[in-house]
């Protein structure tokens, strides 16, 4: 009968998580941190430099809806580059050079405010749209990637600090064992008596010992035993006597049952060696996915954030020419009741800005988008030490359609698309229904901060509430918030009398981003670790349709119906997500 040792190749088949792939460079646990700051302050520039132009576009380039068209053009081809470009051209030419290049696409669109006229805000909308799919997928990979090597980092720490423990306490236990005498610790002592029971070979009573000096791993030839009794066992069969130097008597031992007994022993041992496998690669696994969503985290703060800095920064230079005691027409209907672009109050109370104002608003930004180009090209690591050699074809092209047939991601798709809704509303509507409208256009930017402000904040609260608390209660408490936000703007009649009421709805609406936005990108990285590009490409088309759809309709429909819409998609998201977390559960519990 085989007896298979505990330590043998089959004991340790206990599912674990895959190593970091080679091509990767190895980096210390501070440098990763640095990359991780240096894209994040990358990301915060450009965009403080793109969205305080973006939240304007409705309200300062409102004639004949260049704005908003433009802004639909842009998510639209968005879409188009996410279907088929990221997953090639990141494999070609790496997460950090693709990052870097597509940073370039913003700053024409940027620079195209000076004058906004259709041959060339639509054109730089094109290429912003053609180069925002390879941004967003680049940097994500560029998290996901640095995340698990910052797991793999900890992870390999404590394994060395559990082997100098471990060697610790051996070395701790054989000064104590050598401590003993050996007749405690060998068969090889001098008994008296000794009396081995039949059916128990493990039950060994030693009833006296002598020591007798010898030399170490020597069998010493003991003295003749002898037994005063001879015990029945519980079956009625004699254990076997040593006796003496005679040959040892086991009576009616059954020599297959003690093999028996051995190889349960064996099979015992294998069973905690895998278990230790099994608890080391689930640990492995929750910080994988706690240190992903502190890295996304992060990120969305420095990216959610650079609405605080933009529209600040708007809203002080729009602020430099309105006249004092300037008043918003308050009798006005405005909020979820806006119907119509050409009513009156649209016309008396958002005004476009003059051209001097136009253009010191353009400069700046297209300048700060030039120093976050550079802060990257010359601060940021690329992660691969070697370009992957990858041929141009259809497949990898088409790798997005093909993962869009996975069961996990059809059930993301509704949430994927809410996300770009949500913001797409807040953008295209929100900006100009309650607050362009009841309040002026100058007040659009001071608004936008406490909207960025709390994006950024819940952003970063959700990445270390997820390590503590786990996503579901994220997403649950997130969504909630986010359908009373609506409810609030379809009870609400915004006044200029009252302004405190805005900053509360663009808060409430900062939440639901903030957390969403970034968890769940999180949760894509955790989901497709091995189709990562197409997963986040995926990620980025249903996102970027989520845009068109709410810049598309912003201009023929009132905006209660567009509150009804967003309540409908954002109930199927949410319980197309929690399907997803309990097949992923089911899927944990399984492996």
Known sequence: ??????????????????????????????????????????????????????????????????????????????????????????????????????????????????????????????????????????????????????????????????????????????????AKSRCTRSLSCDPKYLVIYSNDFNNVILQSCKSIDEKRYSIPIAESLSATYIETDTVGQYGGVFKGNEEMNYGSFKSIENLSRNEKSFSSAKSVEVSKQQEKANNRRRLIESTTARFFGFHGVAYLSSHITSNLMTYYILQSE????????????????????????????????????????????????IISVLIVFVFLDPIETEKEEVSFSIDLLMATCKLAKRKTLLLLIPFSFYIGMVQGFFTGDFNKSFVGCAWGTYHVGLVAVCYGAVCGISSFS????????????????????????????LSWSPSADEPRWFFVGAGLWGVFVGAIWSQLRAFYGVLFKADEEAAFAAFHVWYSLGFTLSFGYSNYICTFVKIYILITVCILGFVGYLSVEIMHLKNKLEN
């Open 1 to 178: 009968m085989k007896v298979t040792s505990p330590y043998s190749s089959d004991a340790l088949n206990a599912p674990v998580v895959k190593d970091f792939p080679s091509k990767h460079a190895r980096y210390s646990k501070l440098r990763i941190i640095k990359n991780v700051v240096v894209l994040s302050v990358g990301v915060h520039l450009l965009f403080t430099a793109y969205d305080g132009l973006t939240m304007l576009q409705s309200t300062m380039n409102r004639e004949q809806g260049i704005g908003v068209i433009s802004q639909a053009v842009v998510y639209v081809c968005f879409c188009i580059s996410a279907v088929l470009f990221p997953k090639y051209i990141i494999k070609k030419l790496g997460s950090k050079s693709t990052f870097a290049f597509s940073m370039l696409t913003y700053l024409p669109y940027v620079a195209s405010n000076f004058y906004s006229h259709w041959t060339l805000m639509i054109p730089t909308s094109i290429l912003i749209g053609l180069g925002a799919a390879l941004l967003w997928g680049s940097q994500a990979i560029y998290l996901n990637d640095i995340a698990m090597m910052y797991s793999e980092l900890i992870m390999n720490s404590r394994q060395r600090l559990t082997f100098r423990e471990d060697d610790s306490s051996k070395n701790s236990l054989n000064r104590r064992e050598a």
């Open 462 to 489: 959700s990445g270390w509430l997820v390590k503590r608390l786990g996503r579901i209660p994220i997403f649950v408490t997130a969504t909630v918030v986010n359908l009373g936000a609506n409810i609030f703007l």
């Open 322 to 369: 309105v006249p004092e005691g300037t008043t918003s027409n308050s009798s006005c209907i405005c909020g979820a009741d806006y119907c119509n672009v050409e009513s009156k109050c649209f016309d008396e109370n958002i005004v476009e800005p003059s051209d001097q104002i136009r253009y010191i608003l353009t400069a700046a930004c297209v300048c700060i988008g």
